[in-house]
């Protein structure tokens, strides 16, 4: 492995995927249950070589599905064991209704989703929809923007989820993220061990007093569970903001569930989730060389949705362009829906504008995201339809 | 039952420490599975109609007198049809199609054997009568009939001309295929029942044939004993053995000097017996036979091992010419013969070859080329072409060889055991011989002594069984495997005398070549609808013999019906 000396600390120059998998083996996941796809494949490959090599201590269930692997992982967890399992696109939707089991049963497996575009027609490109349509499973759901972050969500997912019973997902949008090689900092063994606590769930199976989960229950029961899942479901914005401070002291690094960047005085806001706030950074620092007073608005935590942090963040700002890589047809960008839903009740709220770039993989340039910009400057009337960007041929 | 979820439980999900089965899903079912036992094509082949799968499942589980008592419903002489019967079972064995079949007739022996060191009580059905019925001959269709008759309550009492019962069993087949002591053990088990045996009785000499006229109900069954003679020139030599008389006095341990060279004449059984018989009294011993090995109808196992032993065999030959003067070594004059198409048996026709001849010299010469029963002490109304044909006689019956039917050991069983079906009809009023039907085990004319022991009182009889063929068999199930061979006495020591030639199976033999079977039609709680039900509502207690699917939850997804290898769960539906 190439390693890059940037200061003191020695890094690794590897992938998304790799950075991922590094993530799980730190974590001393025992079981992992999984099904290779395209992007995601190296991140089961790399478990698999590990496992073989005897470098991770743990199980890798080689399952024949990602229904099985999610239903795998969901029965491991419920026995009291740390559970990982890694897909992307026709994986994660075949996975579905396993993933409104796990929620259920609240069980806190970890699952890495390479964003890769739906079928049809087929493809292998970046693009959100695939987890962002899992939305109302019941997951948390984190958007990372590079290999480090993709390892270090791994590792506050896992102590997130712990806490509140309740999986979680960690998003990497195919190749930009999963197939990049970067410089990743692999914390320590010793560090991780330190910030993670062993698992302790309080419904796990007791062989001294066997139960029956899943039973059938009356509407007033269901109701009362589903009540208290969206109780700590809630918690867990303020959980992982703990858990992020945490980490920062540990290691050095943190990330917050929203990041605001040279927000203080812009009057347009550019949001992101993901890849493309990378880009985004680069292009507003030009913007900002041309006078124009623009900010970032990076979303990590989708869920839960971080509204109140967002409301604070954006408040007293003109105008916002939410630039979404997915399209929810018949609506428009999905973090953009989310966005306006959350700001609905702040005063003096901003218009809202929501861009379709990078859909499919598209390459979103700095330059897309200055035109971007600088239309939204341009623009006083609120709209409500998607804006389209495409290269001009 | 109810379903107890804590709704205060400071856990986050239910957990139920109760039971699903409070949810009654066996109603969600239009279908549900049934234990339908249907016949297997060894036990309709095998004319006594013996439960072939469950003796062997009972061997196998080395339940030893367990499979003897099932053998002994439908049979009453395994020792003896173990080692002697053409085991027809065999050939419609379904394995056969597979791989090879299974040892049925081998492990009738065994069972007999490994349980033959004490006698067996036998059952008795409870109802005893006073109604009294005589059987005259006490061969296997005697025997039987009195056995059966015995079963179903009747006192019997058997005439038996010989000085001891069992007929050819006793007179014609040779030791080494049949041990005396098998015989006097299984006829001993049968005289333990209400039976009066009384040997040295001839009837039509020691007693008059009117003087059964006191019974309620007579069974004949005399057997081919009588010489049949060859119409040739020299046929009626003295020195011109008869093939039974030879045997016969084989089996009376008479001492006979057949010199250095034997002819034998005939393609049966008792050719064989004859011959093999003659090879160790130390001659040299040839069968003649008038068509080819393929249409000897000798069982095929007696051709080979007489072949073995050093018989050799002149095929396609007719005696035309006997020369046995009494000093002189003698010879025999043979045509030669050809095959031409099918006679009515189906069997090719010989016909001579004109012009060609065969002599050989011999020092003996036994003739084995069919037996005739001995009718002239029945009324001649009761005879019809050369067999009993009782016909408007309702109180006399008849079987073995004196009735139309291959003359076997074993059909000679069954005729004694339709015998005492019929007398019970008979003595009982009942005159419905469609009952018959509802007691066939299968369609080929065996009875089941069982079904008709259980319909016969209570009215209900059992559901006619289909018999299962081979497609109905899920062989994914069985791993191929060979017949186990049944081990020989020493080649060397064979000929120096009668020692029983074939040694059985020791138990570990045994119990492989049971477990060989495919079971077909009958559970053998191999346990697989069990593992595969995806409800777990199939409960199986060997021990009890008991099955039980608690429909309350069984759904009716057929998964057992298709996972039964053997064909025994079906699916019905509900209502």
């Not at chain 1, 399992?85 to 970890?110: K, Y």
């Not at chain 1, 971080?306 to 408040?315: F, G, H, S, Y």
Request: proline share 6%; net charge neutral; charged share 25%.
């Amino acid at each position: 492995m190439l390693c890059i000396n940037e200061g003191i600390s020695m890094k690794d120059f590897i992938t998304g995927n790799h950075a991922v998998a590094h993530a799980v083996k730190l974590c001393r996941t025992p079981l992992i249950a999984a099904y290779p796809i395209t992007p995601q494949t190296a991140i089961y490959e790399k478990l698999s070589e590990w496992e073989a090599s005897g470098v991770l201590k743990g199980i890798m269930m080689r399952t024949e599905s990602e229904h099985s692997a999610m239903a795998s992982c969901i029965a491991a967890s419920l026995t009291g064991v740390r559970t990982f399992t890694a897909t992307s696109s026709q994986g994660i939707a075949l996975m579905h209704e396993m993933l409104h089991f796990a929620a259920g049963c609240r069980a806190p497996v970890v699952m890495a989703n390479v964003n890769r575009l739906l079928a049809a027609p087929w493809g292998f490109w970046a693009d959100q929809l695939d987890s962002l349509s899992q939305r109302d499973t019941g997951w948390i759901q984190f958007y990372c923007e590079n290999g480090q972050e993709a390892l270090d969500t791994v590792i506050q997912a896992y102590k997130i989820a712990e806490q509140v019973y309740l999986p979680a997902l960690i998003a990497l949008e195919a190749f930009f993220v999963s197939h990049f090689m970067e410089p990743v900092d692999i914390p320590e063994q010793e560090q991780v061990d330190r910030f993670l606590p062993p698992i302790d769930l309080p419904h796990k199976f007791d062989i001294d007093k066997p139960g029956f989960l899943v039973p059938v229950v009356s509407s007033e029961l269901y109701r009362k569970y589903k009540y208290m899942a969206q109780a700590s479901m809630d918690s867990v914005k303020e959980i992982a903001v703990q858990v992020d401070q945490e980490f920062k002291k540990d290691f050095g690094r943190g990330y917050g569930i929203i990041e605001p960047v040279m927000l203080e005085d812009a009057e347009v806001v550019i949001v992101t989730a993901g890849s493309i706030t990378s880009t985004a950074r680069l292009a507003i620092k030009d913007l900002r060389k041309q006078g124009n007073k623009i900010g970032l608005l990076k979303l990590r935590l989708f869920r839960p949705f971080p509204a109140e942090a967002a409301q604070i963040a954006l408040k007293g700002k003109k105008k916002i362009a939410v630039i979404d890589r997915n399209i929810s047809l018949g609506s428009g960008g999905i973090f953009c829906q989310e966005l306006r839903a959350a700001l609905i009740h702040s005063s003096d709220r901003p218009l809202t504008y929501s861009y379709i770039a990078g859909v499919g993989g598209t390459d979103v340039t700095p330059e897309v995201i200055q035109k971007i910009a600088l239309e939204v400057m341009n623009r006083v009337d609120p709209f409500d339809q998607p804006i389209w960007v495409m290269e001009e041929h | 039952m109810k379903i107890t979820v804590d709704p205060s439980s400071e856990l986050v999900i239910p957990i139920s420490y109760g039971s699903t089965e409070v949810i009654e899903t066996g109603k969600w079912g239009f279908q549900k599975p049934h234990t339908a036992f249907m016949t297997a094509p060894c036990q309709e082949a095998c004319p006594a109609g013996i439960h072939i799968p469950q003796f062997l499942y009972l061997t196998q589980e080395k339940m030893y007198d367990e499979a003897l008592f099932t053998i002994l419903r439908e049979n009453p002489l395994p020792g003896v049809c173990g080692r002697v019967c053409f085991h027809p079972c065999e050939a419609s064995c379904n394995r056969a199609q597979y791989d090879e079949s299974v040892s049925i007739h081998a492990m009738e022996r065994f069972v007999s054997d490994v349980t033959s060191n004490q006698i067996q009580n036998i059952q008795l059905h409870s109802s005893r009568n006073s109604k009294k019925v005589a059987v005259v001959g006490a061969g296997p269709a005697g025997l039987s009939c009195a056995y059966f008759l015995s079963l179903l309550g009747y006192h019997t009492t058997i005439f038996e001309a010989q000085k001891e019962p069992g007929g050819v069993m006793r007179w014609g087949i040779p030791e080494y295929r049949l041990p005396k002591s098998i015989l006097r053990k299984e006829i001993q088990r049968i005289l333990s029942l209400p039976i009066e045996m009384r040997t040295g009785v001839r009837v039509g000499k020691d007693i008059l044939f009117d003087e059964l006229d006191p019974f309620d109900a007579i069974f004949l069954s005399p057997g081919a004993g009588m010489k049949a003679p060859l119409f040739m020139k020299g046929g009626d030599s003295e020195r011109v053995w008869k093939g039974g008389e030879f045997l016969e006095r084989i089996n009376s341990k008479e001492k006979i000097n057949l010199g250095k060279e034997t002819i034998v004449i005939g393609g049966g059984n008792t050719a064989m017996d004859v011959a093999r018989s003659a090879l160790r009294l130390g001659s040299k011993v040839t069968i003649a036979y008038r068509r080819t090995r393929n249409e000897m109808p000798a069982i095929p196992d007696e051709i080979v091992e007489a072949e073995g032993e050093g018989v050799r065999f002149e095929f396609l030959v007719q005696p035309v010419k006997i020369n046995m003067t009494k000093k002189k070594r003698g010879a025999v004059t043979f045509q030669r013969m050809k095959l031409t198409s099918p006679d009515q048996g189906n069997r090719p026709k010989p016909i001579p070859v004109k012009g060609d001849f065969l002599t050989l010299e011999t020092d003996s010469l036994i003739t084995a080329v069919g037996e005739l029963v001995n009718l002239s002490w029945i009324p001649k109304k009761l005879i019809k072409d050369d067999l009993i044909e009782p016909g408007s006689t309702p109180k006399i019956f008849a079987g073995g060889d004196a009735v139309a039917q291959p003359r076997t050991i074993v059909t000679a069983i069954a005729s004694g055991k339709r015998a005492a079906i019929s007398i019970d009809f008979f003595l009982r009023g009942d005159d419905d011989e469609e009952d018959l039907s509802k007691i066939s085990v299968g369609g080929k004319g065996s009875l089941s002594m069982e079904a008709y022991l259980q319909g016969r009182d209570s009215g209900e009889w059992p559901e006619k069984k289909e018999v299962v063929s081979y497609p109905q068999i899920n062989t994914l199930y069985f791993e191929p495997s060979r017949r186990v061979r049944m081990r020989k006495r020493q080649r060397n020591k064979i000929l120096k005398g009668f020692s029983e030639v074939n040694l059985g199976y020791n138990t570990k033999e045994a119990n492989f070549s049971a477990s060989r079977c495919f079971s077909c039609g009958t559970c053998n709680y191999c346990y697989n609808c069990y593992f595969f039900c995806p409800e777990g509502v199939i409960s199986l207690n060997p021990l009890d013999r008991t099955r039980v699917v608690d429909y309350l939850h069984c759904k009716g997804c057929g998964t057992c019906a298709k996972a039964c290898p053997r064909s025994v769960v079906v699916m019905k539906e509900v209502g």
